[in-house]
């Protein structure tokens, strides 16, 4: 039986003849190969080493208005072909939907973006494990020497790998894409008497180079120095004090507008944000822009999963809600443009989602915006499924810090904090100048007026 | 715990599906396992999955996929060499374990193990056409009429999101004997989704089961319309809800679903990986009291079609029912091979993996506590002032300070023993080595959970189950909007 894993292009041109044998009036498909490796090391010991290979098809088929998806890492002839009839025929039974379709076929003439991203290494094809286990062990060891109380570990892991898509569609287009990355964790464990406390610290890019050389002291000592500080944590009392969102934290805020502005959402009335657009969100320094460009950037993509050139799009300007995330099928049941943010996983079909969902940097420094509070608290994680973008409603478990008269006091842990997005974005009253580029959706540290906080 | 032997048969069609046979099997075993290595398997997938879902009353979506694959692994020690390919044949599969057992820097010499012999474990999911094989139409019927069914129960129900996903996965193990275990593991789930819109009100509720099942039990006792008039209940009473109060209080929890608690609050510390580690707040402590004398807190994933049963594990070990904790007192944790070996302890049958991608970890199956003696409603009424919490949206914990956090879907307040208005926005917060030993009542209600549960560890996600009686838990921390 033969495979047609080798050639990807004529892979994907049989999938859609296939399709269109069967009675498809429409199609498009991914294929994604892919290689990846990853290292961990405990207590300077190797513990897992890990190596895969990964490759899958993925189709959509339409007849008509209606249509059905599929996929398989299976790619004999045998297999997709018949894996691909049966969708066909599951497309003629599902619901006609006027709104479904591929993208008009004029917005394919428009070019990618001549922007080199630049988002492969080759470096990182060759990469061995054993470089790997080194940088993990040094990582590790860095973090463990900071403090004596720095006795265990949860290990330190080192990551990385490769992947090519390729999209092609019954429009003939056809357009392909490589991209790297490679990530560096460790998470140490402190013990002080009967306390025990862990966090943990990352780096990661699209090169082995941006790693930079002091990836390992950089990493080790920060991992360190944020679980050495949650060491002696008390409960606050219960009280309405400001709130200082970690860049991490302000990060995940950011995440839940990300969501909460997707078209899936929107036109299911599911989000708290549903016609809310060219309103005020936020006071007028929050600025939002999904910008799918950026050299080397974690999220950048020069198309999107419906084969669409991407471009940059200002989400929050001036505080004022000026763009949702579409693709071609919410965009059209909204009345509204794609704003290319296709997504879509092997098996599913599109939705749309951010690419770099970047805030701005305020002017402040991180000391400053805590300089500037009384008391209040500053949030460095925080966990439970308290944050719903259909209500709005937020309240979420947190660890943090005690502020007090400008400056960090102790630790504070077994709280939660409690408000609504509404109300959060509305009341972010300063900015720091700290937004980590590493990651895709990504803000810089935040304060919020006031929320409530529940402890003793 | 009973071992009975597979019919050949059974091996044979599953090899025949990878389109791998024995002989390549014992080939990738010798490669796989010099002298050095404490243990080694292989672990075969094939899963077939089906995804359908409706909003707006149409069926949008509906996705057919079929991913198979092979993990390999070689264990030394504490180490472990991982490698796994999504192409099954003989050259990948030595590839993959000459990868592996790397790991162990194993000089020594390969042996002979002949792939022979079969071996079982329970037969608790004897579905003979799973879901997957149930005609598209039929489930697509299913999906137009829960819509139907959610509207009509409210005038206000403006959204209904229903999705039925269902797969078969079929694995093959081979332990480092050759002995070669089959599994075959329906798992079928119903989900639905009510948005109920009131002016600028705009509340959800989401109910939904499942199992090990075939098609016909979600229409069995008119169940789907119980997920239904559950999710729709759900989300027009919240349109009514109040800011949750915060502070510490008295905390009733309802049958069922608020398991979870057990899941993130003691569940997780007691894996075996983080206690062999010494990073969990439970490290240490068995023959502890760690829980009211009201407590007992069982895994069991030997009930027979739940969603976190297995006949046996991802390691081929059978499942089994381990006390963890007896009367209050710590009395066991949940095993793997590799966390039992360097404890010294047996297998619990708790080894699971996401896929053949994953490395297997000592993971919860159905966790619940055992019923007590208490009314109920006697439960509700010795509370002055408090919190009765009856459905959740989800939890966490972080294992290492003990900390977990969950968050409240469905939550009354407590006003003089008597269940008053119905408040939104309660997350709850403790700490999981103490929280079991403010537990003051327990009730006779024990109930699991409709099914569910999915569990998320160092990113690998597994289907689960729990389940708990009424429990009145005294001074828990309630975190809302209101002061």
Known sequence: MSDLGADPQALLAYVLETAKQAGATAADGLFITGRSASVRVRLGETEKVSQARDKGVGVRVFVGNRSATTSTSDLSEAAITALIQRTVAAARVTAEDPFSGLPDAALFDEPLTDLALDLYDDDLVGFDAERAIALARETEAISLAQDPRLKNSEGAEMSWGHSALHFANSLGVYRTRRSSSVSLWTTPVAEDGDEKQRDYWWTSARHLEDLGSDAAEAVGREAARRTLRRLGAKKPATCQVPVIFEAPIASSLLGSLAGAISGSALYKDASYLCDKLGETLAPSFVNVVDNPHIPRGPGSRTFDAEGLATRPTRIIEGGVLASYLLDTYTGKKLGLASTRGARRGLASTPSPGASNFWMDNGALSFEELIGGVKQGLLVTETSGFGVNTVTGDYSQGVVGMWIEDGALAYPVHEATIASTLPRMWASIDALANDRDPRRGTSAPSLRIAQMTVAGT | ?483
């Open chain 2, 1 to 483: 715990m009973t071992e009975t032997s597979t019919p050949r048969t059974g091996v044979d069609a599953a090899l025949t599906r990878f389109g791998v046979d024995e002989g390549a099997l014992s080939k990738t075993l010798e490669a796989l396992l010099g002298h050095r290595l404490d243990d080694g398997d292989l672990y075969l997938e094939h899963v077939e999955a089906e995804s359908i879902a409706l909003d707006e009353g149409l069926v949008k979506k509906a996705a057919r996929s079929i991913h198979q694959g092979v993990g390999v692994r070689a264990v030394a020690g504490d180490k472990t060499g991982y490698a796994h390919s999504d192409e099954i044949d003989g050259a990948r599969l030595l590839e993959a374990a000459q990868a592996a057992r790397a790991i162990a820097q194993s000089g020594g010499p390969s042996r002979a193990i002949a792939v022979a012999g079969a071996r079982t474990g329970h037969d608790l999911y004897p579905v003979v056409a799973d879901a997957t094989e149930e005609p598209l139409e039929t489930k697509l019927d299913l999906l137009s009429r829960i819509d139907v069914a959610a509207r009509a129960y409210d005038p206000r129900i403006k959204q209904v999101q229903a999705s039925f996903v269902s797969e078969r996965k079929t694995v093959v193990m081979v332990d480092r004997d050759g002995r070669i275990t089959v599994d075959v593991r329906p798992l079928a789930r119903l989900s639905v989704a009510c948005i109920a819109v009131d002016g600028q009100n705009r509340q959800v509720g989401s109910w939904g089961g499942g199992g090990r099942h075939a098609y016909a039990w979600f229409l069995e006792d008119d169940r789907w319309q119980a997920f239904v008039t559950e999710a729709a209940r759900q989300a027009v009473l919240k349109l009514d809800a109040i800011d949750s109060p915060a502070g510490t209080m008295d905390v009733v929890l309802g049958p069922g679903w608020p398991g979870i608690l057990l899941h993130e609050a003691v569940g997780h510390g007691l894996e075996g990986d983080f206690n062999r580690k010494g990073t969990s707040a439970f490290t240490g402590l068995i023959g502890k009291e760690v829980a009211s004398p009201l407590v007992t807190v069982i895994d069991d994933g030997t009930l027979p079609g739940r969603r976190g049963s297995l006949n046996v594990d991802d390691e081929g070990t059978p499942t089994t029912r381990t006390v963890l904790i007896e009367n209050g007192v710590l009395r066991g944790y949940m095993q793997d091979r590799m966390n039992a070996r360097l404890m010294g302890m047996a297998p619990t049958g708790n080894g699971r993996r996401e896929s053949y991608a994953s490395i297997p970890m000592p993971r919860m199956t159905n966790t619940f506590m055992l019923a007590g003696q208490d009314d109920p409603e006697e439960i509700l009424k010795g509370v002055k002032r408090g919190i009765y919490a009856v459905s959740f949206g989800g939890g966490q914990v972080d294992i290492t300070s003990g900390k977990f956090t969950f968050s409240g879907s469905e939550a009354y307040l407590i006003e003089d023993g008597k269940v008053t208005a119905p408040v939104k926005g309660a997350t709850f917060i403790g700490n999981g080595p103490d929280v079991l030993k403010r537990v003051a009542a327990v009730g006779h209600d024990l109930a699991l959970d409709t099914g569910i549960g999915t569990c998320g560890k160092a990113g690998q996600s597994v289907p689960v189950g729990v389940g708990m009686p009424t429990i009145r838990v005294n001074n828990l921390t309630v975190g809302g909007v209101a002061v």
